[in-house]
C-alpha cells in the first residue's frame, strides 16, 4: 500500500530524530556547550513539542485525513534540522528541536489513523507493531551509520543530509497518500475537540500511567543516557559506541516485531503489556544494582529494557479497542500524547537528576545506576495501576 509506505519512511525519519543525540551527545556538548541538564532539555524540547500539539493532530486527522496533516507540519522538521545543524548556543538547538518535534508530530498517528480506518480492531496490534518496527530503522541509522558519518563529515553536515531527507519525505507524503473515504455519520467528530468524550472512556484511565513511564523511559535511555554512558563509564570512541547503542536498538527493530502477533497467539492485551514490563524493569534494575558491569553485559541490559520495553504499539491497541470510529484521531493521539509527553518531563528531570547526584559526590557510574533505578521504581508504580485495567482481547 504506497500509502502506508510513504508514512512509515516519514516515521522512520521521526524515530531517527528521536534517538540521533544519544551517539553525538558527548560531541554536541562540546561544540554548543551542554551539561546534562541542557542534553536533556533540548532532547525534551522534541517531545514537549511533538506531544502539545497532539490533540490538535487527532482533531486534523478525524476532519481533514492525513495527507494534508502530516504533509504540511513535516516542512517544520525539515527547518528545525538545518537550524540544528547551525546551532553554536543551547538555545537554537533547543528551538531546532522543539521545530523538529511539530513536524515530526503527525506522521506515525497519520499511519494509525489509516490503518484504524481501513484494518479490523483485532489487527491493530499487529500492524502497529510492524510500523514502530520498520520505523525503527531510523533508530539504527541513528547509531552506528550516524557515529560513522559524524567522524567522517562532522555532525552538522550529517544534519544537513537528514534535513535534505526529510523534505524528500514531505513532498513524498504530499504526492503519494491517499486517505480512507470520510465516515458517512461523523457524530462526535464534528465536536469542538471530541476530548471530553475521549476521557469520559473509563477504561483508559489506568492506562494513562504507565503510558506515561514505559515507553518514556526507553526513549529516555535510548535517547539520551546510553551514549553518555558508554562514553563516560567505559570510555568508547563514537563508533565503538555506535556500536554498543545498536545493541539496543536492534533489540527494539525485534521486539517491536515480535510484539505484533502476541496479543492474538495469547488472546490478551493486558498481559502481554504486564510481560514485557517486568521485564524491562529487571533489565534497568540489572544496570542499577552493576553500573559498571562488562561492555556486552551493558549492551545485553540495554538491549533487554529497549527490546522488552517496545510495548508501544500493543498499548496503543489496547486503547483502541475502546475507541468508536469517530473518535478514533483524537483518542489514539491523546494515547500518543501520553506516550510521548512522559518523555517530554523524564528527560530534563533525569538531567538534573544526574547533575545533582554527581554535583553530590557520586561518581558518573553510580549517578547512571541511581537514575536506572528509579526508572525501575517508577515504572513498577505505574505497573501496579496498570494491572486494574480491563483487559480488551483481540477477536
Known sequence: MPTLVVLVFGYLLSQFYRSFLAVIAPELALDVGLDGRGLGLVSAAFFGAFAAVQLPVGVALDRFGARRTVALPMLSAVVGAVLFSQAHAPATSI?????????????????????????????????????????????????????????????????????????????????????????????????????????????????????????????AVRGLWIGPYFAQVHGLAPVERGTAV??????????????GPLDRWFGTRKWVVVGGTLATIAGLAALALAPRMPVVAASLAFGVVGGFGLT??????????????????????????ALVGGAALIQPASGLFVDRLTAGGLSIAEAHGALYGAFALALGAALAVYLGSRDARPG
Open 95 to 219: 528551538a531546532a528541536m522543539v521545530l523538529i518535534g511539530l513536524g515530526c508530530s503527525p506522521i506515525y498517528m497519520g499511519a494509525l489513523w489509516v490503518i484504524g480506518r481501513t484494518t479490523s480492531p483485532a489487527r491493530f496490534a499487529l500492524w502497529s507493531s510492524a510500523i514502530v518496527g520498520v520505523g525503527s530503522l531510523g533508530n539504527l541509522a541513528g547509531s552506528t551509520p550516524l557515529a560513522a558519518a559524524a567522524a567522517a563529515w562532522g555532525w552538522r553536515a550529517t544534519m544537513l543530509g537528514i534535513a535534505g531527507a526529510t523534505l524528500l519525505s514531505a513532498l513524498a507524503v504530499a504526492v503519494v497518500v491517499r486517505d480512507p473515504p470520510p465516515l458517512a455519520t461523523r457524530g462526535d467528530a464534528d465536536a469542538p475537540t471530541g476530548i471530553g468524550a475521549v476521557l469520559a472512556i473509563r477504561e483508559l484511565w489506568p492506562l494513562f500511567p504507565i503510558a506515561l513511564l514505559s515507553y518514556p523511559i526507553v526513549l
Open 246 to 259: 545498536s545493541v539496543m536498538v536492534v533489540a527494539m527493530i525485534a521486539g517491536a516485531f515480535a510484539y
Open 312 to 337: 508501544y504499539g500493543v498499548l496503543m491497541a489496547h486503547a483502541r479497542a475502546f475507541l468508536p470510529p469517530a473518535l478514533l484521531g483524537r483518542g489514539l493521539t491523546l494515547m500518543n500524547m
